[in-house]
């Protein structure tokens, strides 16, 4: 439908006259629920120039049905940020970045239950002179605690509007949109004293902020209170630096205070929360002496010596069992879809390149883009839920001492573990881990975690390893266990290497909050699932489509005569050739050149090689669960001399080099996602696959020597 | 009027008002802006499994910090 021609013709001026609103609020405060309370499907993400901080932007309506932006910054307690995500909150929110604009209204969620710490974060938020809407959220959980808040009192007491909301039922939402749609906003009425030992470096810090760095003069004093406090402040790509002369004056102050051993930081701080207890004292009405609340009672259990181990047991198989189970099926229907659809191309189209670019290159590459998908969601669906009960911060206060042994704390933990299924929302998941070298360091290690597409390659090589038809079960486990015990020691100890070296930084903090129990928000965990579906669809799966076409076109051509057998095909084949190419660095691992294709074509998925040892063997059965002949082609393998290809040697090397190598593009597309940098995947690349033909290298050698 | 001790020393399910708390440090400040400044009672609710971190009430909610932050936290017990 055509638009209006007095709408259509003037787009730009409109948008660009939306209100802006920044969402802010401390983590675990409902801001997401409410984000997706307001914007509904009307979100976008990107990323901050520069940063690896995700930007969400949605569109909501006012009352009359005119579009206002929301900006959903990132969850803090302090404008005085400690990590990147923060660093930005405090950045938009100070006009420090050219990138986004300074928000005109700021939304601050309160979570009513725990509103003391709350308002620490308000109250530096008052101070922006901004007009701002408090949103008291979660009022039915205050009531169940028996906590009575008189938001009539906090109204009075700040002087901005109050909107006392349930996000996750919906209730309170029109309030607030009608809130939102008001033209007018006052401004903050509260007033309290900065410290006298402080002010006139206030003073000083502001007047320097409006004349040497444009800035009005509220934002100036606000921003000038938060220099004190933010020491060793995060700085992050796309900030606007401060004056020369404003961090002077900065330094000048900090130093004399150093010597007459002034704690200002801490002096206003604490001038702050004596202000908030103040307005607690009047505001709260706190519950008599309650029992143990119901959040008590269940950590009592789940974070017990005992019990709080088999439950996080528990949790975790449930969470594997239902991905191997219940991804089998989508994944097994989207194999057969693409089977089917190529199957239909190619009997509507007549033979050629064309017809094979389309069914061999780009469906196949499609394909092989979201058959991982179902992984994905299931793991995403499981943590979404793990996050949003508030389980999440319990498993990380249980394994936190296990993971400082290498530097590392608890919130790598699931991360880590989901790499066990697929490194890719292994390492999307990383996004909870605050601390930026923390972060790094699990994102490279997440892909040595043993995932699923190495399991065929083990099956494979552990058949062809043990003689005879059936292998014995232990055999087969005990070989299995290894080989996802090496993965994982390898994991960890390059974390404990990579902390001490290249990505040295303080001791990893643990400081975080315990969120009570809350009843998950479906819709939020769903939203979330599908949001990680579509960037892992959207980022990776370009690179990953790109590559699977290059690798058909390197496997395709040139093209021999049209009755040579696939085998031979594939041999005299661009990739045949790089197979040959590579053979001498692989020689002393004792791969020949035909593994050496099956190498490259790990490159798609780990577990392509299975199908590429098929055609170069010659040995496709009709059954993909039917790996015998393959196994039979395998152990009829021989180099050019005579001498059996694979020898239990070369399997269990070939096993080992699959463990420590870095052969995923969809991983390595992931991580030039969540690291916006090519420096990091390409680092990655080069250490693992080294560390790969190295301990290939020791161990065939070894073997050799000892006369396997 | 009890001799203070350190966060790390209290027993489980005791309380405590802080006294002390390190000046410098990004650590111990975003420890005050969560709450924990001098003057305010907490109560150390439990360890975890394995030994550390620990798991404190402080302002009516519940905060996790390793021991070697606590280590040097000065608090006095209350009875």
Known sequence: MALPAHIAAAPTSTSSRNPTYALVGNPNCGKSTLFNALTGLKQKVGNYPGVTVEKKIGTTYSQHGQPMTVIDLPGTYSLAARSPDEAVTRDVLLGRRADTPQPDRILCILDATNLERNLYLLHQILDLGRPVIVVLNMMDLAAKAGLNIRVARLEHELGVPIIPCEAVNGKGIVDLRLAMSRVDLPLARHAWDIPAEIAPAVADLQASLTANDKKAPLVARAEALLLLTDQDSVRVAGSTPLSPRTHEILESWQKRWQAEGTDWAGTLVNSRYDAIGEIAREVVIPAGEAGPSTSDKIDAFVTHPLWGWLTLGAIMTLLFLSIFTFAEYPMNFIDDQMAGLADLVKGSMPPGDLRDLITDGAIAGVGGVIIFLPQILILFFFIGLLESTGYMARAAFIMDRLMSRVGLNGKSFIPLLSSYACAIPGIMATRTIENHKDRLVTILVAPLMSCSARLPVYLLMIAALVPGERVPIMTKVGIMLLMYALGTFGAFGFAWLFKRTLLKGEPPLMIMELPPYRLPSLRDVLLHMFERGWIFLRRAGTVILGISIILWFLSAYPKAPDDTPPQQQLAQSFAGRAGHLIEPAIKPLGFDWQIGIGLISSFAAREVFVSTMGVVFNAQSEDEEDTEPLRQALLGARWPDGSPLFTPLVCFTLMIFYVFAMQCVSTIAIVRRETNSWRWPLFQIGYMTGTAWILSFIVYQAGRALGY | ?79
Request: glycine fraction near 8%.
């Open chain 2, 1 to 79: 009027m009890a001799t203070p001790v350190a966060l790390s020393a209290l027993a489980v399910g005791a309380s405590a008002i802080i006294k002390e708390f390190p000046k410098s440090g990004t650590a111990f400040l975003r420890l005050r802006e969560m709450g924990m400044s001098p003057g305010t009672r907490i109560t150390l609710v439990r360890t975890a499994p394995l030994g550390d971190p620990i798991e404190i009430k402080v302002r009516g909610y519940s905060l996790t910090l390793r021991k070697t932050e606590a280590e040097h936290v000065l608090v006095e017990p209350v009875s």
